[in-house]
């Protein structure tokens, strides 16, 4: 039965043809992979800082109310009489 090859069977004895433009398929697909990894990355890390900034003036609020709810503001010393008061 007969071979059908198109390069002849001289081919078929050293091995295959190198597949190259598998190859660099591949190496364009790992590129890509690799370019929106980094995109997902950057959009990750502007979305947390936007929700930082949004988030930040409850947060400090929080603090500040939680500090202010367990101490007691010391009382404020006599002030001396006004020289304009009347």
Avoid: Y
């Avoid at 370019?35 to 890390?45: D, E, P, R, S």
């Avoid at 947060?59 to 007691?72: L, T």
Wanted: avoid cysteine; charge should be positive; charged fraction near 15%.
């Amino acid at each position: 039965m007969a071979v059908m090859w198109p390069l002849g069977p001289q081919v078929l004895k050293r091995g295959l043809l190198p597949r190259r433009p598998v190859g660099r398929r591949v190496a364009l697909r790992k590129g890509l992979l690799g370019l929106a990894a980094l995109a997902l990355v950057i959009a990750a890390g502007l979305l947390g800082a936007q929700l930082g900034r949004l988030a930040a003036p409850t947060v400090v609020r929080w603090q500040v109310e939680r500090i202010d709810s367990g101490n007691e503001a010391p009382s404020l010393p006599p002030l001396p009489p006004s020289p304009f008061g009347r």
